[in-house]
């Protein structure tokens, strides 16, 4: 996983820039236009008020120091410093809008983004790994910003420095800018060639970057199992691969870095010794002013910047793009198919799945792995229905379907005889109380973990809900109660406590239909015997689907369904299965330790 995630997080080098994408990036600041227009404005006067200072020399050295003329030379110094003024202030006014408006549409972009994700299926979560989302909300969306404020901004800026430089020096000598105009796409080429090879090797060490801290992380989340399993060292070794080919990436990188400025500098001293020997070569033959040359030999450095940073800027702007891509792809992933069924009153709660078959994979192909096989059962309105089997025979695949996370490839499944593939998904969810196997605490307390953040449930409501499934008599020992936070990944609460405070959850929400998926988890007898009654209150009056491991849920249910490698294989209620001294007989007897004595 993680090689094929560093490939494709890698940024291919020399592709050009996709007009395209960058129309739709712009799309984005299309609301703060007005800010946009603002700080180009801001560009074009600041760079005119930068450029200004060798000019304002050339007339000093050509009309007051050479002729030795001191009358008006004090006006030249005022300009110089009312121009170092408003350049200071244009350039911060211009850098605080720049990033005001990249923040702006940033937010704009994570929360499109953010949005979006809540709306995929849960299959696509199934194959993209949580890192990789992270990374799009978060890395992807910086370089998206420095797109904007390092790469777009800063391109405006120093491609206006460099007409302007150049128009400059026309005006002063037009031989001297001849020969500049001349220099200049050499000097860019050279420029972007080191700047290419530089920025080559750091996008390698990037890639390993990413295998890198997949390897970490990875390791840091299963601690829990390498230990236990006292795998250390097959992980230290596998971290110290990637460790070590980061490592090389990144001191091959440093080697470029560290000839990248001195060539560069060495370069720009080669253009300024030329000027010098031009310059004064013309200057003796009085062809030339030497104000211009003064002048000269301030653009000539001032040239070099900006020629440097459009360089430096292409490689921002690429990998902007292919973040860009990424973005706009996770954007543009079809979000989950839903209905529009919205019952008119109160749900009945009837449950029907008709012939029933499902793979997580695709069905291309014969071979498809059929999870589900032929599934057909019923369950009438406030009846329920007990699921048992195997681990792995598809139990928790059922509820997933009932809930609509997955589609169906054959057969359908209903709820009021309306297939949950009409339903309003939203809608089919908010009647059905699902109870998972593994219950998933937010960062937060207890109470907002019940009421999810409906702001709709007061809080006589949740504690009645806590109270009435058991839930009650943990939370209210607690030291802050209703109001304790709950530890990352709630880890501060046991499996059973969870599952009680799931409970709560459901009934708060009173949905129509609870489906329960019993945690297979050991439980101490005392929480068991809480957890059995709240199931008991739970099922009242509800259609209820429970994937049951205990006796007496699967006991009190109106039909068990025995599922077998994904087929149904018995039906009927506990004492017909029993007598038929089936599979479910023979579990009963594994499971329970009971009829060995039958
Ligand atoms: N998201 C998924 N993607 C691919 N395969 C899956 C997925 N979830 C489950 N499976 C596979 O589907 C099969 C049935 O899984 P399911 O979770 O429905 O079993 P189960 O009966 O609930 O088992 P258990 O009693 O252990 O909870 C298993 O072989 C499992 O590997
Ligand atoms: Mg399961």
Redesign the pocket.
């Known amino acids: 996983m993680t090689s094929s995630m560093a490939q494709e997080e890698s940024t291919p080098l020399g592709r050009g820039l996709d007009l395209r994408v960058l129309a739709r990036l712009l799309r984005y600041l299309l609301p703060y236009a007005p800010w946009v227009g603002l700080t180009l404005l801001f560009i074009l006067i600041g760079s005119l008020a930068r450029q200004a200072g060798p000019l304002i020399t050339k007339f000093a050295v050509d009309d007051h120091f050479r002729p030795g003329i001191v009358d008006g030379f004090d006006t030249l110094v005022y300009i110089y410093l009312g121009l170092l003024i408003l350049q200071f202030a244009l350039g911060y006014c211009e850098s605080w809008a720049t990033n005001m408006v990249g923040q702006w549409a940033m937010r704009d972009v994570r929360m499109q983004m953010f949005r979006h994700l809540q709306r995929l299926p849960l299959r696509f979560f ?1 194959h993209t790994p949580i890192g990789r989302l992270m990374a799009r909300n978060t890395s992807d969306v910086d370089a998206l910003n420095e797109l904007f404020t390092d790469g777009l901004v800063a391109l405006v800026s120093d491609v206006v420095t460099i007409v302007t430089i150049l128009s400059l020096i026309f005006y002063m000598d037009v031989r001297m800018g001849l020969l500049t105009a001349v220099c200049l796409p050499v000097s860019f080429a050279a420029t972007v060639w080191l700047q290419r090879v530089t920025y080559g090797s750091y996008q390698e060490a990037r890639t390993r970057f990413a295998s890198f801290a997949s390897s970490l992380q990875e390791a840091i989340s299963g601690m829990e199992v390498v230990q236990l399993f006292g795998s250390e060292d097959r992980r230290s070794r596998s971290f110290a691969h990637s460790n070590e080919r980061y490592l090389e990436a990144r001191l091959l990188a440093s080697r470029y870095h560290s000839a990248y400025f001195p060539s560069m500098e060495m370069w720009g001293g080669l253009l300024l010794a030329l000027t010098l020997w031009y310059g004064t070569g013309q200057i003796s033959k009085q062809e030339m002013e030497w104000g211009v040359l003064v002048a000269m030999l301030q653009y000539v450095p001032r040239f070099f910047m900006p020629l440097r940073d459009i360089a430096e800027r292409y490689a921002t702007v690429q990998t902007a793009m292919a973040s860009a891509e990424r973005i706009f792809e996770l954007v543009e992933t079809e979000p989950e198919a839903t209905g529009s069924h919205r019952p008119p009153q109160q749900v009945q709660g009837r449950i029907e799945f008709r012939s029933v078959s499902f793979t ?1 994979g695709d069905t291309h192909g014969d071979d498809a792995e059929w ?1 589900l096989r032929d599934v057909s059962f019923t369950v009438e309105p406030g009846q329920s229905l007990a699921i048992v ?1 195997a ?7 059922v509820v997933s379907l009932l809930c609509r996370f997955y589609e169906v490839q054959k057969g359908a499944v209903l709820v009021d005889g309306v297939d949950v593939k009409d339903w309003d998904a939203r809608d089919l969810r908010r009647r059905i109380g699902l109870v998972q ?1 593994d219950v998933f605490l937010f960062a937060g307390t207890i109470g907002e973990n019940i009421s999810l953040g409906d702001p709709e449930l007061s809080r006589e409501h949740l504690e009645a809900a806590a109270r009435h499934t058991n839930a009650d008599r943990f939370i209210r020992p607690l030291p802050k109660g209703y109001d304790q936070p709950v530890g990352e990944r709630g880890v501060s609460l046991s499996a059973g406590q969870r599952q009680l405070l799931s409970f709560a959850r459901v009934l708060a929400a009173n949905p129509e239909i609870l489906v329960l998926d019993e945690a ?1 988890a050991n439980i101490d007898t005392e929480t068991e015997m809480w957890i059995q009654d709240a199931v008991g209150r739970l099922m009242q009056q509800r259609t209820s689907l429970v ?1 049951a491991h205990r006796l007496s849920t699967v006991r009190t249910a109106d039909t068990i369904l025995v599922l077998h490698h994904g087929e149904v294989r018995e039906m009927g209620p506990h004492d017909t299965l029993l007598a038929k001294r089936g599979l479910y007989y023979r579990l009963h007897q594994l499971q329970y330790g009971e009829g060995k004595s039958a």
Do not use: E
């Open positions: 199934d997580y999870i089997g681990t792995g025979a598809g139990k928790s695949t196997q297979t994937i």
